[in-house]
């Protein structure tokens, strides 16, 4: 089992910057990729971005293209989410996933791990 645990997110205003951050522990080695998803209230949940432990490019959504960008501490078992010139719409909980096999998808049910989430709002 991998547990994930989101930290960073809050109350920001529009132009603004949050810096999300997913711990990861237990089966840690198991993991082959790390996705940030979002779900805002009466939406599906919405692919962000990932990334692949064994290195390569990461991919986005077009919506947070050139504004997010996501990073990975593998010594530290952390996958970072850095938040910039937010708006409104992207106002979410923001959800940290695993997949425990190879690929990088876009697709949530990919994902084996998920954690608890956390709130972003982001204000006009």
């Known amino acids: 089992q991998v547990q994930l645990v989101e930290s960073g997110g809050g109350l920001v205003q529009a132009g603004g910057s949050l810096r999300l951050s997913c711990a990861a522990s237990?089966?840690?080695?198991?993991?082959?990729?790390t996705g940030w998803f979002r779900q805002a209230p009466g939406k599906e949940r919405e692919f962000v971005a990932a990334?692949?432990?064994?290195?390569?490019?990461?991919i986005y959504a077009d919506s947070v293209k050139g504004r997010f960008t996501i990073s990975r501490d593998n010594a530290r078992n952390t996958v970072n989410l850095q938040l910039n010139s937010l708006k409104p719409e992207d106002t979410a909980v923001y959800y940290c996933?695993?997949?425990?096999?190879?690929?990088?998808?876009?697709?949530?049910?990919?994902?084996?791990?998920w954690g608890q989430g956390t709130q972003v709002t982001v204000s006009s």
């Open positions: 990334t692949s432990w064994g290195g390569g490019k990461p």
């Open positions: 237990g089966r840690t080695l198991s993991v082959y990729a």
């Open positions: 996933a695993a997949r425990a096999s190879p690929g990088l998808y876009s697709d949530y049910g990919r994902y084996d791990y």
